[in-house]
């Protein structure tokens, strides 16, 4: 039996991310929500994720200034970006700065756990 | 006053053609007004000169005819006065050399008069008159002897002035001659008069030696207007003359009038300086006319020649003119409505954006609603329409995945794309294009033509966009044709900077309404399954690609769309 992965969704919109947080945990993940960069960064320091699922587009630092500096902090946490823009643009210029991959909203939840599976350390 | 509104009204419609109305009337009446005013500022002139050049040449014809005349007139009138000049000093020389009683000796006389006849011609007789008025003494044909002269006027002249020049007379002879006295004087009586008669048929010589055509004619009249030698036209010696010279008695002068016959004619009256003669010279205008309508016709064929090439130019150049006017003004409505186009695209792309955006954030909750529904129901015992519950949550995700579809592709359309440009070959694109489409064409049995330049030159392009434009044009044309249609797929080296691709299809068509449209996002033919967005999405990134996309159809007979590519990508994309 695997280890329960710990993912930490970050997310502005609440219905969204706890939704999401349902449907992973169905899925036998073991999740934290946060609905901005604060409480992220506050989640992380609480407890450290195996993984950050980070939305893009979000009041504040925005999801790329979340990313930068969960990156400074934690820097071999892997993060997997949500963008709702339809374009590539933010997704690479998120890997750029360490994502590991991205994903558009809608997205698909099997694909997200295949993603999931593929950054998670181990 | 009306006529000033005309010019100004045609002026004001020259300059400011909007001013009138904008139909296609309008290069009608600019090309009218221009060749009005061309031909006013060319032709007016042409013709005023013409009719200056007419009078000047005529005056100056006439003035060519006019002065000879005069000239030969009075070089005329110049031997008539010698040769009477002559003949009174002849008769003086007689008067001098000898005495009144050697001039009265009869058998003296008619030898003076032999010798006088051989040396001078013209004398008819010579007579020497006493004091008292008779002829004691005569030479000549006739018998004149004792002839009584003292009741006649030119014998009482003669012994007033010492010598008299009569007029033309017939006298006692019955033909024209002029009588020249002159008075000698002795002891006895200081008034004896030596008279000789001549001939005046040497005056015909005189007017002979003029040698004038056989139109003119030239006489001598007296100063009472009778005919002193004969005229060819008008009259006898000693009638009258239908003529009467102008009045001074000096030098020449022109007239012009018309003679009895009504002939325009030129006169040229010379004055006899001393006695009361007048030489004239008659002229028909005709003779100077004959000339002068040579030259005018001449000068109207000239005329007639430059006008016809005038009008001609004018009519060819405003022709050019009103279509090169037209053809800007095309292109400029044409710029116009592309920019208007692009600038319309560009705003419904912002705005689909933005719409889309919107939509993505809320579309992900309904997703993850619905993913969750599904995953509770498949997790939970079996129970009332568990399949239908599953059915239900299944169809809102693939609504929503069709949703999905929709923001992505307007937020494709309307996001600044990265393009990653490499050096590639067109024809290879094609071909990989028209792989993803076999199945669809060999199914169908589309006749697909392939007419690829071998020699294309290769472009600096982005492989995934040109594959993603293909591949919507190809389709497009694969959707237009019937079952065993044929499209063509060309392309062709196109100019220095560009290369062309043209997709042409035999299939049903488009309206030139349609053909107005297709650029535009959310315009689509196809009811109920297409978005609107493939053409519109194409033509953006064929812009983007600093290229170009035409389309030309006919409803029923095919349509051909034609891609242009710039072979060196440009130096900045815009925006």
């Keep these: 039996m695997m280890k329960k992965l710990n993912v930490l969704l970050v997310d502005d919109e609440v219905e969204f991310v706890q939704t999401l947080a349902e449907r992973l945990q169905l899925r036998g993940f073991d999740i934290h929500t946060a609905s901005d960069g604060e409480g992220a960064m506050n989640q992380m320091e609480k407890s450290l994720p195996d993984l950050v699922v980070l939305d893009v587009m979000m009041p504040g630092l925005g999801g790329l200034g979340v990313l930068k500096q969960i990156k400074s902090h934690y820097a071999k946490i892997p993060v997997i970006l949500l963008t709702g823009r339809g374009s590539t643009a933010d997704g690479i210029e998120g890997m750029r700065l360490g994502a590991f991959d991205y994903l558009m909203k809608p997205i698909d939840i099997d694909e997200l756990i295949k993603k999931i599976r593929d950054a998670a350390p181990g | ?575």
């Design chain 2, 1 to 575: 006053m009306a006529n000033a509104n005309w010019y100004q009204n045609l002026f004001r419609s020259i300059l400011n053609p909007d001013a009138e109305n904008q139909s296609a009337d309008r290069y009608r009446a600019l090309r009218r007004n221009i060749v009005i005013l061309m031909m006013l500022v060319t032709i007016l002139p042409l013709t005023l000169m013409a009719i200056i050049n007419h009078y000047q040449y005529r005056s100056s014809l006439k003035a060519e005819i006019v002065n000879p005349m005069r000239a030969l007139s009075s070089k005329t009138k110049h031997s008539f006065e010698l040769f009477l000049e002559e003949k009174l000093s002849n008769v003086r020389f007689i008067t001098s050399v000898y005495s009144v009683k050697e001039l009265a000796d009869e058998k003296n006389l008619a030898r003076i008069f032999r010798i006088l006849k051989k040396e001078f011609g013209g004398f008819v007789d010579l007579g020497l008159i006493a004091c008292n008025g008779i002829q004691t003494s005569y030479a000549g044909p006739y018998d004149l002897l004792a002839k009584d002269y003292s009741e006649q006027s030119w014998y009482h002249e003669a012994k007033v002035k010492g010598i008299h020049i009569s007029d033309v007379f017939m006298g006692y002879r019955k033909f024209p001659h002029i009588a020249i006295a002159v008075q000698l004087v002795d002891e006895a009586c200081d008034h004896w008069v030596l008279r000789a008669t001549i001939d005046t048929h040497l005056f015909d010589n005189l007017i002979a030696s003029m040698q004038l055509d056989a139109e003119s004619d030239a006489f001598l009249i007296n100063d009472k207007g009778d005919f002193q030698t004969n005229s060819k036209f008008y009259g006898k010696v000693l009638e009258t003359c239908p003529f009467s010279p102008p009045p001074g008695n000096y030098g020449t002068s022109v007239a012009e009038e018309k003679d009895p016959q009504g002939r325009e004619i030129i006169s040229v009256y010379s004055h006899f300086n001393t006695l009361g003669y007048t030489l004239v010279m008659i002229k028909p205008q005709s003779v100077i006319l004959k000339s002068w309508f040579t030259l005018k016709s001449e000068m109207f064929f000239i005329f007639t020649i430059s006008t016809v090439a005038i009008f001609l130019v004018i009519f060819k150049l405003t022709g050019i003119l009103i279509r090169n006017t037209r053809e800007a003004d095309e292109r400029r409505e044409l710029a116009f409505r592309e920019l208007e186009h692009s600038q319309k695209l560009s705003s419904i792309g912002r705005l689909a954006a933005g719409v889309a955006h919107e939509i993505n954030n809320p579309l992900a909750i309904i997703n993850e609603k619905a993913g969750l529904m599904k995953d509770l129901v498949e997790r939970a015992g079996p129970f009332d329409h568990k399949e239908k519950f599953l059915g239900l949550t299944g169809s809102i995700q693939s609504s929503v995945e069709r949703c999905k579809t929709i923001t992505h592709r307007l937020l494709g359309f309307a996001r600044r794309m990265e393009v990653q440009f490499e050096v590639l070959n067109v024809n290879d694109v094609l071909k990989e294009v028209l792989g993803f489409l076999e199945k669809e064409y060999l199914y169908r049995s589309i006749d697909i033509r392939l007419q690829l330049a071998d020699n294309l030159p290769h472009i600096s392009s982005d492989v995934g966009q040109l594959q993603q434009v293909f591949l919507n044009i190809v389709s497009n044309a694969l959707a237009a044709v019937e079952d065993n249609g044929t499209v063509s797929i060309t392309t062709w080296d196109r100019n220095a900077e560009t290369v062309g691709i043209s997709v042409q299809d035999n299939g049903c068509g488009m309206s030139e309404e349609t053909q107005k449209h297709i650029f535009e996002p959310f315009f689509t033919t196809k009811k109920g399954y297409g978005t609107g967005l493939g053409l519109a999405i194409t033509y953006g990134i064929v812009k983007k690609l600093g290229g170009e996309l035409k389309v030309e159809s006919q409803a029923g007979r095919g349509t051909t769309f034609y891609v242009f590519l710039l072979k060196e990508t440009l130096s900045k994309t815009s925006e």
